[in-house]
């Protein structure tokens, strides 16, 4: 599998999916600040302050592209919304995961985001098989996640949420090129 030089840019109605940056740290860092976003994901910790977004911004510099990719998302008028990740799973599957700040939800951007990332990782990546979660009590995200072709698979998985410090109900997707 060949991948394009440099990181690719995304782009759809609203929305520019494009490498993050360092310069970045400070919006992420207050959009990921906010329990209600924290607590919807495995990996963030909650408070999320600047040190634990530039220390995120480092990673993501140090991944291995042909496995991973990162996305900023960028709003037309507001800036960085969000951020969108195809992440390796330690059984060697592609997942996808996103978050939005709050001032952003129900405005259909996730959908957006995932549509147009979901295309590109058919069609630039090459990808055929990727797999997501949603916490089950966030059914919002699984509806992200219906929305742009996603299928539960019936299993159901405790995963750890830093940010809650406890293991939280996982409904398991999965989504085919």
Not at 11 to 38: C, H, K, M, Q, Y
Not at 54 to 70: G, M, N, P, T, Y
Not at 114 to 129: C, D, F, H, Q
Request: hydrophobic content about 40%.
């Amino acid at each position: 599998m060949s991948i394009p030089d440099g990181p690719p840019v995304i782009s759809t109605a609203r929305l520019r999916l494009r490498a993050p940056t360092l310069e970045d740290a400070p919006r992420i860092a207050a959009l990921a600040n906010d329990p209600g976003v924290a607590r919807m994901t495995t990996r963030m910790p909650h408070p999320y302050g600047l040190s634990d977004a530039e220390a995120f911004l480092q990673a993501c510099e140090r991944r291995d592209v042909a496995k991973e990719h990162i996305f900023a998302l960028d709003h037309d008028d507001e800036g960085l919304v969000g951020m969108l990740g195809f992440h390796p799973d330690d059984d060697g599957r592609v997942e996808l995961g996103y978050w939005l700040g709050r001032p952003y939800w129900g405005q259909g951007l996730a959908t957006e985001a995932a549509s147009g990332a979901l295309v590109w990782a058919g069609e630039g990546w090459r990808r055929r098989y990727l797999v997501a979660g949603h916490f089950a009590d966030n059914p919002a995200s699984g509806q992200v996640l219906c929305k742009t072709g996603f299928l539960y698979t019936g299993e159901v998985l405790p995963r750890h949420s830093l940010a809650r410090g406890e293991t939280a109900a996982t409904r398991m997707m999965v989504w085919l090129a």
